[in-house]
């Protein structure tokens, strides 16, 4: 809407009193319709249908196809499973994930992967997730990588996470800022931003340690060139031989961000491995922006939580042991200072919940009865009131004693 727009609109305001007077019938008039309504049961439910749809707790797939984007890198296409029950995909926001859950040697384990497919897809019946194989993987991705095929069954959440575009908050321009598999969610915006999805302009500075494996180059900058009023696509090398034109070098640093966009009037997106976030939120500081201009991908649990400062160093790669609670069962279980205490659970074959395993969405949420957990200084999403009566993010959370939890029953057995 433009300048022009706003002129053509005639705005009609009542006073108080009579906005007052209004809501005072609300109630009798609600009385009568109730009054008229027919005494019939219902027999279709259209608005929990659809939040159904849109919400499930859990979706059954299967691989369609597999698809080689570089040395290190796959797309898996995921379809519905209608023999299992799941007869259409969930619609979801550019910018979200999927919380996978796989059963490898009779454990449970679940890992979120963004999605890099638009939105538009999902109504054409497919989800695009795509991996990136590194060194220091851990155990899931490497197993998918070399068992997953064509047919392969697949569990996984609906759409989770908060990365997306809400144009009742964000700016009219997206800074994306992604490192390695983090341009997954930066395909799915800019997809929809080209399919209309999403009425806003993309600038993506996308950082790579080699050139021969720049995830989607070919159709970014297809998308870019076929969307020039929209879309901007700046790869950023930062290998010691750079053969590729168009290009910059080095890393994501102030200097360079704020060469390509107005920092002040946009949105900024980050989303890459852990090491990325804290390069770039330092760079990010000269700008001095507001929190809720900044949205950041759930990246996992942090690697090297023994490195934070207000991790006690008399604890480093301890071990204790953990009391857990679940329903009538109670069980103790082997931990390590280092290493959450989600790992301690599914190392233990208790398939605990959790989804985002970076202390944001919640569903891992426990009651700490007893001991000391440190808590992750920049994966701690809890309420207050949470911090107050003493609950924990499993994913967050890293055990400094012994300690002893509830898991919730119900909260246990979803998804």
């Not at 302009?201 to 989607?216: N, V």
């Not at 008399?314 to 009538?328: A, M, Q, S």
Request: aromatic share 10%; net charge negative.
């Amino acid at each position: 809407m433009n300048d022009k727009d706003y002129e053509k609109i005639d705005i009609t305001i009542k006073s108080n009193t009579k906005d007052i007077f209004a809501f005072t019938k609300l109630v009798p008039d609600r009385i009568k319709r109730i009054e008229k309504a027919s005494n019939e049961p219902l027999t279709e439910d259209p608005i929990n249908d659809l939040a159904q749809k849109l919400h499930p707790i859990r979706q059954h797939l299967k691989i369609d196809q597999i698809i080689d984007n570089t040395k290190s890198t796959k797309t898996f296409r995921l379809i519905s499973d209608f023999e299992r029950g799941t007869e259409q995909l969930a619609y979801f926001r550019a910018g979200q994930y999927l919380s996978l859950k796989v059963e490898i040697n009779d454990e449970w384990i679940t890992r979120p992967y963004s999605i890099s497919s638009s939105p538009k897809e999902s109504l054409e019946g497919f989800y695009d997730i795509t991996m990136k194989k590194e060194e220091d993987d851990g155990f899931l991705t490497p197993y998918i990588w070399e068992n997953w095929k064509v047919g392969t069954k697949v569990i996984s959440s609906g759409p989770e996470g908060f990365m997306y575009y809400e144009p009742l908050r964000d700016k009219k321009h997206i800074l994306g800022l992604a490192g390695g598999s983090g341009i997954t969610p930066f395909r799915s915006i800019a997809k929809a931003i080209a399919e209309g999805e999403i009425d806003a302009k993309l600038t993506l500075m996308y950082g790579c340690s080699d050139e021969d494996d720049i995830i989607f180059f070919d159709e970014l900058k297809q998308l870019e060139k076929e969307n020039l009023d929209k879309i901007k696509v700046v790869i950023v090398l930062s290998c010691e031989e750079v053969t590729l034109k168009g290009c910059e070098t080095g890393f994501l640093t102030a200097e360079l961000i704020d060469k390509y966009a107005d920092v002040s009037n946009s949105s900024l997106f980050i989303c890459g491995p852990q090491i990325m976030y804290e390069f770039v939120e330092k760079e990010l500081e000269r700008f001095n922006l507001p929190p809720k201009q900044i949205r950041r991908e759930a990246f996992g649990e942090i690697k090297n939580i023994s490195a934070f400062s207000g991790f006690p160093k008399d604890k480093i790669d301890k071990n204790f042991k953990i009391t857990v609670h679940i329903g009538g069962m109670i069980k103790e279980v082997p931990a390590k200072s280092t290493e959450s205490v989600l790992v301690a659970l599914e190392r233990a074959k208790l398939a605990p919940p959790s989804k985002c395993r970076s202390g944001e969405c919640g569903f891992c949420r426990s009651l700490l009865l007893d001991g000391d957990a440190y808590i992750s200084p920049i994966s701690d999403w809890r309420r207050d009131a949470d911090k107050k009566f003493n609950y924990i993010h499993t994913c967050s959370s890293y055990p400094i004693s012994d300690l002893e939890l509830i898991i919730p029953r119900k909260q246990h057995r979803d998804f």
